[in-house]
C-alpha cells in the first residue's frame, strides 16, 4: 500500500468526498436513537488515548498506546483502531456495539471531509482520510475535531463550562489554542478556521510569530515563545534560574509558576506581564461575544487563584462592558481526565448537533 504522503491530496478528497454511506455505515446527519456505547480517540504525536463512556462523560473503560508515527498515516490508523477493537473486545456483551467514534488529533481538521491538515508531530497525515479510514475499520459512523475544539466540547459538555450556551475555551501549553461553543454548539467559521485566538494581533508588528505573522498573542502567551524570553531576560540570581538549573534545563513558563508561588520577584513580575496580555486577549473577545464564560486551561491552571484567576477577573470587568452578570473566568476542570474525555466529546457533540444529511 502506498504511503498517504505520497498519496495526492485531490485523490484523498474525492475518497472522502465518498463518506460514509458508501461504505454501508450510517451517515452522523441520519443517526436517531441508535443505542451503544461512545468511543472517544485522542491523538498526539506519542500517544493516543481511546476511551469508551457515554453521554455524561463516565468512561467505562479506557486505554493508552503509543502513537508512534510511521510515516504512513494508514499503517498509524491501523494500529489505532486494532487497539479499539481490543478495547471493545473486553467489554461485556452489550456494551461492545459502537454507536459513534469522535477523534481528536492536532493539526487543521476539515470535519466535512474527514482530513487532517498538516498535524504538527504526525509525519505522511497531510490529508489522510482519517475519518473514513477509521469509519471502516470500526464499522461505526465517525466525527473529527481538532484538538482545541475537542477539548472545549469536552469542558463545555463535562467540565467548567457544562450548563452554558455561551462559552470560550482557552488553553496556553506551546502555543495558544482556543474552542467557541456559541448558541449551544461548537463554532467552526468559515473554513473551520473559528477558534484561532492564538492568532488575534496583540501588537502590530510585534513578536514573530510560528505562523508566520508577528505579534499573535501566541508570540507573547504561548509556552514556546514565553521561553524563548526566559531564555532571553531571566537573572541568574533568580528562583527561576536555579529552578530550571536543577533540571539541568533551559528556563520555562513552569518554572516561574512555581517561583512566583514561592515569592520570587522576577517571576511575579513576569506573571503579572502573562496576566495584563491575557486580560488584553479576554477583554477582545468579551467585545465580540460576549460569552457567559471563560474557561482556561494549562498555564493559568497552574498559576491558581491568587496569581492569575483573581487579577485576571479584577482587569477584565475593569476593561469590558458593564453585563446583567459578569463573564466568568475559572479554571478548566477535567485536568489529566481531558484526554480521555476529548474524543467523547466530539462523539456528543455529532450526536446532539449532527451535520446535514447528505442529499441523494
Known amino acids: 500500500m502506498r504511503a498517504v504522503s505520497a498519496t495526492p491530496v485531490a485523490r484523498l478528497e ?3 468526498a465518498l463518506g460514509l454511506a458508501n461504505r454501508g455505515l450510517t451517515p452522523i446527519g441520519h443517526l436517531r436513537s441508535l443505542r451503544g456505547v461512545r468511543l472517544g480517540i485522542d491523538i498526539g504525536g506519542t500517544k493516543t488515548a481511546l476511551a469508551l463512556g457515554d453521554a455524561e462523560g463516565r468512561v467505562i473503560a479506557h486505554t493508552r ?37 469522535g477523534v481528536s488529533l492536532p493539526g487543521g481538521v476539515d470535519p466535512g471531509g474527514g482530513f487532517v491538515r498538516k498535524p504538527p508531530n504526525l509525519p505522511g497525515w497531510d490529508g489522510a482520510p482519517v475519518r473514513d479510514t477509521l469509519a471502516r475499520a470500526l464499522g461505526a459512523p465517525v466525527a473529527l475535531e481538532n484538538d482545541a475544539n475537542a477539548a472545549a466540547l469536552a469542558e463545555w459538555q463535562f467540565g467548567a463550562a457544562r450548563g452554558t450556551q ?5 488553553t496556553m501549553s506551546t502555543g495558544v489554542g482556543g474552542g467557541l461553543i456559541l448558541g449551544g454548539r461548537l463554532h467552526r467559521g468559515d473554513a473551520n478556521l473559528a477558534g484561532e485566538i492564538g492568532h488575534l494581533p496583540l501588537v502590530w508588528g510585534g513578536e514573530p510569530c510560528a505562523c508566520g505573522l508577528r505579534g499573535c498573542v501566541e508570540a507573547y502567551i504561548g509556552g514556546a515563545a514565553w521561553s524563548r524570553r526566559l531564555a532571553r531576560e531571566t537573572p541568574r540570581a533568580s528562583l527561576v534560574a536555579k529552578l530550571a538549573a536543577e533540571e539541568g534545563a533551559a528556563p520555562r513558563p513552569e518554572h ?6 514561592a515569592g520570587d520577584a522576577f517571576a511575579l513580575a513576569e506573571l503579572a506581564r502573562f496576566n ?8 477582545m473577545l468579551a467585545a465580540v461575544l460576549s460569552p457567559e464564560i471563560f474557561v482556561l486551561g494549562t498555564i493559568a491552571v497552574a498559576a491558581g487563584e491568587r496569581l492569575c484567576f483573581a487579577p485576571l477577573r479584577e482587569r477584565v470587568r475593569a476593561n469590558t462592558w458593564a453585563r446583567p452578570q459578569p463573564t466568568r473566568i475559572v479554571p478548566a476542570a477535567l485536568g489529566e481526565r481531558l484526554g480521555l474525555l476529548a474524543g467523547l466529546g466530539v462523539a456528543e457533540e455529532a450526536l446532539r448537533n449532527p451535520e446535514p444529511a447528505p442529499r441523494a
Open 65 to 101: 498506546v503509543p502513537t508512534a508515527p510511521s510515516g504512513d498515516a494508514l499503517r498509524d490508523l491501523a494500529r489505532i483502531a486494532d487497539a479499539a477493537r481490543e478495547l471493545v473486545a473486553q467489554q461485556p456483551a452489550g456494551e461492545r456495539a459502537l454507536e459513534i467514534v
Open 276 to 283: 495584563e496580555l491575557l486580560a488584553q486577549t479576554l477583554c
Open 166 to 170: 455561551h462559552a470560550v475555551f482557552l
Open 256 to 261: 516561574v509558576v512555581a517561583a512566583a508561588h
Open 14 to 16: 474525492r475518497l472522502g
